[in-house]
């Protein structure tokens, strides 16, 4: 299993700043991902985090937009840069703890809203 | 990615059985079938999965039609704690880096 502390639970921002979304794993983990979940949506899966490499983005996600560093098996990071009212969303950190088909684990997410 | 298709809410009384379809007719030989659920202001919580055999735990059992192009999740006693969004989901378990996509889900309610 893994315990994921994802900080912060949320907060309000002005148009135009960035914010930065940690997630800690209280266990080394293979795989770590960033989801975003617009109001009454399911979730869209932002990128995959690689340790040591630059992040794999899914179609319509940009790492100028959403830069993201791994820099061990238990930590990330999430920016959402030059912020807009579109970006208002819950932002959730998940993670595979062993081989491919393993569960995943989520975080509770944060709750970003820009004014 | 193989997809999956699933009734969009259902709604239940509470201490009934509730029996929630996903129809994934497109499923390759090595997807397994998983569930997860979505509880109102949380993140994902996973439920069960299975390859071909019907599977139990202590939350919920899968029901895996024969040809295996649908599945069936089912509570056997819904309480309130149960109203959530449930997710089916096809993952292939010869892809070491899977990505997990999500649909839009099937939002129970869960009438007292």
């Known amino acids: 299993s893994a315990v994921i502390s994802q900080k912060p639970s949320r907060d309000i921002c002005q148009r135009g700043t960035s914010l930065t979304i940690q997630c800690q794993v209280d266990?080394?983990?293979?795989?770590m991902f960033w989801y975003r979940q617009q109001p009454g949506q399911s979730l869209t899966l932002i990128a995959t985090?690689?340790?040591?490499?630059?992040?794999?983005?899914e179609s319509g996600f940009v790492i100028d937009k959403f830069p993201i560093s791994r820099p061990n098996l238990t930590f990330s990071t999430l920016t959402v840069s030059n912020m807009s009212p579109e970006d208002s969303s819950i932002y959730l950190c998940?993670?595979?703890?062993?081989?491919?088909?393993?569960?995943?684990?989520f975080g509770s997410g944060t709750q970003l809203s820009v004014l | 990615d193989a997809k999956t298709t699933q009734p969009n809410s259902m709604e239940s009384n509470e201490e009934e059985p509730v029996h929630l379809p996903c129809n994934h007719s497109t499923i390759s030989g090595t997807d397994y079938i998983h569930w997860y659920r979505q509880l109102p202001s949380q993140g994902p919580e996973y439920v069960i999965h299975g390859l071909t055999s019907n599977v139990n735990n202590r939350m919920a059992s899968l029901a895996i039609a024969e040809d295996r192009k649908s599945s069936t999740l089912i509570l056997h006693r819904a309480t309130l704690r149960d109203a959530a969004v449930y997710y089916c989901i096809l993952r292939d378990w010869l892809v070491s880096y899977d990505k997990v996509i999500f649909g839009p889900g099937t939002s129970l309610s869960v009438i007292p």
């Open positions: 266990s080394q983990v293979t795989m």
């Open positions: 998940s993670v595979r703890t062993g081989l491919a088909n393993e569960k995943l684990f």
């Open positions: 985090a690689n340790q040591g490499s630059e992040a794999t983005y």
